[in-house]
Nanobody, 117 residues
Framework: QVQLVESGGGLVQPGGSLRLSCAAS????????MGWYRQAPGKQRELIAT???????TYTDSVKGRFTISRDAARNMIYLQMNSLKPEDTAVYYC???????????WGQGTQVTVSS
């Protein structure tokens, strides 16, 4: 039923920027809070940014001030603008509902972000 497709990742140097996109096959952004998650090798997936259906946004301390989450509910799109990237931002980035269990364990393929000089 629902499909989430992340894109926009790539290899960037420290201090660089990337803009990630998440497209949903159906309109869910008015139903659930949405977020960006990331998973680094050997670590659990972590929620780093959220946006609610009314536009409230939250960030983890590690990305606050550098990343900006946004949404376009009419287009079923979620974005993550990533600035001042650091090597520790290297991970696979996913979008999903918050909590992710709202989609019964579904995850898209994610998009790889690698920050390296």
């Amino acid at each position: 039923q629902v499909q989430l497709v992340e894109s926009g990742g790539g290899l960037v140097q420290p201090g660089g920027s990337l803009r990630l996109s998440c497209a949903a096959s159906v309109s869910i952004f008015t139903i659930y809070p949405m977020g960006w998650y990331r998973q680094a090798p050997g670590k659990q997936r972590e929620l780093i940014a959220t946006v609610t259906s009314v536009g409230s946004k939250t960030y983890t301390d590690s990305v606050k001030g550098r990343f900006t989450i946004s949404r376009d509910a009419a287009r079923n799109m979620i974005y993550l603008q990533m600035n001042s990237l650091k090597p520790e931002d290297t991970a696979v980035y996913y979008c999903n509902a918050v909590p992710a269990t709202m989609l019964r364990g579904y995850w898209g393929q994610g998009t790889q972000v690698t920050v390296s000089s």
